[in-house]
């Protein structure tokens, strides 16, 4: 390809417009029945002709996408713990009526799936248009040649969810946004625009763009231009079989602080006339990794990272842009700055948010390659499909600034076990051969695999759970760069304190399948938070950390899995055969069925954990909190410990007024702790220091009686799109207004206005009531009500909730 540079001096352009690509939502008004595995337990005969134009669908279910039959329920004991005793598993049918222009009959007409769980199948008016069978890939099929331009159409979608074929909760549906595209028969091909900044200094950036085009025409030609918010900043023209460099002066670079975005926006002409366009947004930053870390823009940057399932905790795998953005929000509170998409490819919304939001991405595309991990798993499709998978990946992502890394998988067993390095390295290439400007990665846990020099197949030394070999490891690897791709997964119930407090892991099971809280435990493979900042304290070249995880998932419950692959999760004998002969006694009603592992629980809310890495993390942030709660009646006079998260280096403890003592944080700890407090009702309170000065305090009472509910939405106003949602806590609290820990009240909710309760939870992992409910139990004082406008009404809405034997309140919204 010529290369063309251009002046910043914007070219006038007047562009005359024949037509252009025309984006619909295809979202809306689809018919769905399920067949197979059904949601009681039944197995349901799949009919024929479900894919035939005259077929009769006016008996199925209405409903708009994204959508994900899972989520629907019931849990039931008799599904596998670890993908979440939801009825994901089985076939699902959508059917969908639709007209196209009769001036589609000259033009090119796609379906965009942003994501379909799982084994999509396309008829359109009867003829088999395609497939795609990885459920996290986003991929396009044309419709142009089975269409009947000007006259009604029909879609015929079915998907079919293997069982065991996850190791976490998959969803289950059309579960990310589908598009009907049109465009000329000359087209700009499918993420077919690809920016990139090679060059950036103090003055200036060079913006690079390649454009790929589908089809010929006379005398094409590609117009760039690029806004900065409404200006322009910079045009050019170019022959369309060129690639373009036009520089940009003082550019605002993309940073975690200040996330600047630039718009490109990109004509075709054929013969001086528009015939398609694109529009990207992109970030001008620079990425550099060295042996000795990380660079942003030049600036040694820590990864303080989160690994990530796709959920949405109540909403299940249904994507909603509003809990994307929340869960994005809650994360960075407490300080992470970058996501890695466990183990597969993202919503393309959750990258724009991360653009945003100014938070780093690692990119991951499977969890297995050709090994399989569960019997009907991606280990099928590896063969035929991951090149056309990972391309699809990087061409989709390629132009986001946030995304840093890509990884082509986790653990995989070919890798783990030394079997076959070729295959690492075909991958690698596939990645670089669409995006040369990042590095590509995977993780790796087992030593063997590790030590054996394997992880040079990457760019970028992937480690999971080993903070006691990085010494070891740089000697292995001096001359690449290292990060811990997977740390500590360490488990916890929100709210769940277990005694005698023992450092012992697992010694914090306790009973009704819950992990207690202190922040102590961890599975078999991991370790507590503190353990892995020491290590990356003391190698500073480390890039970084990805915990596992940020948000609990649904799914993977670990120690509780009672699944084939790691039964029990105890390392001590004897707290397994205790656990075994409670499980025996249970039959299979082994409730646990999503995961303890999060910082924060299902709905968001911050275990305790959050705030031990809120003080590391976000060290310029004056905070310190306490733990556990202090309402242990019955155990007056008995040793109860309590621990401060500051970020202060020094604490004072009180308790009802008198000093406990002051402490003060050794080299390489990261909490503080005092023993041997013995319990007694009234008021905990923490004073922290910081290089001696006062710097931040936090209280805990024991609360009273539980008396009354208190309601809090995290935002009063939504817009009336029939999308956006609210996300109001819920709190048993005492007649002071403090919230009650220990309580698991229920409350049943009533709404009145434009607006409907999409679902409700509580953090509870082990928990088998619907999300899709007007009521809930709390869990630990706590529970979560999320509500959805309707598209096109605004008004005043009224959410109120009672609970026998405490006084109801409500509380106002708007949409708008
Ligand atoms: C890792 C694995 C994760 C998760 C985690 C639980 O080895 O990569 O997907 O299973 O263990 O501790």
């Known amino acids: 390809m010529k290369k063309l540079i251009l002046s910043l001096i914007a ?17 809306a008004n689809w018919r769905f029945a399920r067949f197979g595995a059904m949601p009681d337990g039944s197995v349901k005969a799949e009919p024929k002709n479900m894919d035939e134009a005259d077929y009769d669908d006016s008996d199925w279910r209405q409903l708009n996408l994204p959508h994900d039959w899972g989520i629907e329920g019931p849990f039931r004991y008799d599904l ?26 000259n033009k090119r007409t796609f379906i965009e799936f942003d994501g379909s769980m799982s084994g999509t199948q396309v008829w359109v008016n009867g003829g088999y248009v395609g497939e795609w069978p990885y459920g996290y890939s986003s991929f396009q099929l044309e419709l142009t040649h089975y269409l009947k331009p000007g006259e009604e159409n029909t879609i015929a979608v079915r998907l079919d969810n293997k069982e065991e074929s996850s190791r976490w909760y998959p969803g289950g549906g059309i579960y990310r946004n589908v598009k009907l595209i049109t465009t000329e028969k000359t087209y700009i091909e499918h993420w077919g625009v690809f920016v990139t900044t090679p060059e950036v200094n103090d003055a200036n950036a060079t913006v690079n763009i390649k454009t790929e085009i589908n089809g010929k025409g006379n005398n094409l030609q590609l117009v760039y231009e690029v806004f900065d918010g409404a200006n322009k900043v910079a045009s050019a023209k170019v022959k369309a079989d060129s690639d373009c460099n036009i520089t940009l002066a003082n550019p605002t ?85 970058a996501i890695r998409t466990a183990h597969n490819p993202p919503a393309p ?40 998978d990972l391309r699809n990946m990087v061409r989709r992502d390629r132009n986001h600034p946030c995304v840093v890394m890509w990884s082509t998988g986790n653990e995989m067993i070919e890798l783990q076990k030394i079997q076959d390095a070729p295959l690492a390295l075909h991958l690698r290439d596939i990645v ?27 760019d970028v030394v992937g480690i999971n759970y080993k903070p006691h070999a990085y010494a070891e490891l740089r000697e292995k690897y001096p001359d690449l760069p290292i990060y811990a791709s997977e740390t500590t997964s360490s488990i916890s119930s929100r709210g769940e304190y277990f005694f005698p407090v023992s450092d012992v892991q697992r010694e914090g099971v306790g009973g009704q399948f819950h992990v207690s809280d202190y922040g102590l435990y961890a599975s078999p493979n991991g370790y507590p938070a503190d353990t892995e900042f020491k290590a990356q304290d003391e190698h500073d070249f480390i890039i970084g950390e990805f915990v596992w995880t940020g948000f609990d998932y649904i799914g993977e419950p670990t120690p509780f ?7 029990l999760n105890y390392a001590d004998p004897k707290e397994r055969a ?9 039959g299979n009603k082994i409730p646990p069925r999503s995961s303890y592992f999060g910082i924060v629980d299902l709905c968001g809310f911050p275990k305790d954990r959050y705030y031990l890495y809120q003080a590391k993390w976000r060290p310029e942030l004056p905070m310190a909190h306490i733990l556990p709660h202090w309402n242990w009646e019955g155990r007056e006079g008995e040793v109860t410990p309590v621990f401060v998260y500051t970020s202060g280096d020094e604490a004072e403890l009180f308790l009802n007024g008198e000093s406990l003592g002051r ?69 048993v609290c005492d007649k002071k207004g403090l919230m009650v820990p220990k309580t698991h009240n229920k409350v049943t909710f009533s709404i009145s206005g434009p607006a409907e309760i999409l679902a409700v939870g509580n953090g509870d992992p082990t928990s088998f009531e619907p999300y899709q409910a007007s009521e809930r139990k709390v869990f630990n004082g706590m529970a979560l009500v999320i509500v959805r406008s309707k598209k096109g009404e605004m008004g005043k809405v009224k959410l109120t909730a009672a609970s026998e034997g405490l006084k109801a309140t409500s509380i106002s919204l708007k949409t708008e």
């Open 349 to 388: 919304e959750f990258l724009d948010l991360c653009d945003k939001m100014g938070v780093m991405v690692q990119v991951e595309a499977f969890d297995v390659w050709q090994k399989k991990k569960a019997d009907n798993d991606y280990a099928h499709l590896f063969g035929a499909w991951h090149e056309r």
């Open 663 to 731: 402490k003060k944080k050794a080299q390489y700890e990261y909490r503080l702790r005092w023993n041997d407090v013995t319990y007694q009702p009234g008021e905990l309170k923490v004073v922290s220091y910081k290089n001696g000065k006062e710097w931040a305090s936090d209280v805990v009472k024991t609360a009273g009686a539980a008396a009354k509910i208190a309601l809090e939405a995290d935002r009063a106003t939504i817009d009336a799109d029939g999308e956006d949602v609210s996300f109001i806590t819920v709190e």
């Open 561 to 567: 899995n009672k699944d084939k692959t790691n039964l």
């Open 432 to 458: 670089l051969s669409e995006d040369d400007t990042r590095p590509t990665s995977f993780g790796l846990s087992r030593p063997e695999a590790l030590f054996s020099g394997w992880a040079k197949m990457a």
């Open 253 to 337: 670079l993309w940073d975690l602080d200040n996330p600047h975005l630039y718009t490109l926006k990109t004509n075709l002409l054929e013969d001086g006339k528009v015939i398609d366009n694109n529009e990207s947004t992109f970030g001008v930053r620079t990425i550099k990794y060295t042996k000795d870390g990380f660079f942003l823009n030049g600036k040694k940057t820590k990864m303080n990272g989160v690994c990530q399932h796709h959920d949405l905790g109540p909403l299940g795998a249904a994507i909603n842009v509003r809990a994307m953005e929340r869960q994005i929000e809650i994360l960075k509170e407490f300080g992470t700055n």
């Open 80 to 105: 596998p713990n670890r993908t979440g005793k939801l009825p994901w598993a089985g076939i699902g049918w959508y059917r969908k009526s639709f007209t196209v222009d009769a001036a589609a009959a």
């Open 11 to 27: 070219i006038t352009l007047v562009l005359s417009s024949a037509s252009a690509r025309d984006i619909k939502k295809f979202n």
């Open 578 to 586: 205790r656990v075994k002969e409670e499980m025996k006694k249970l």
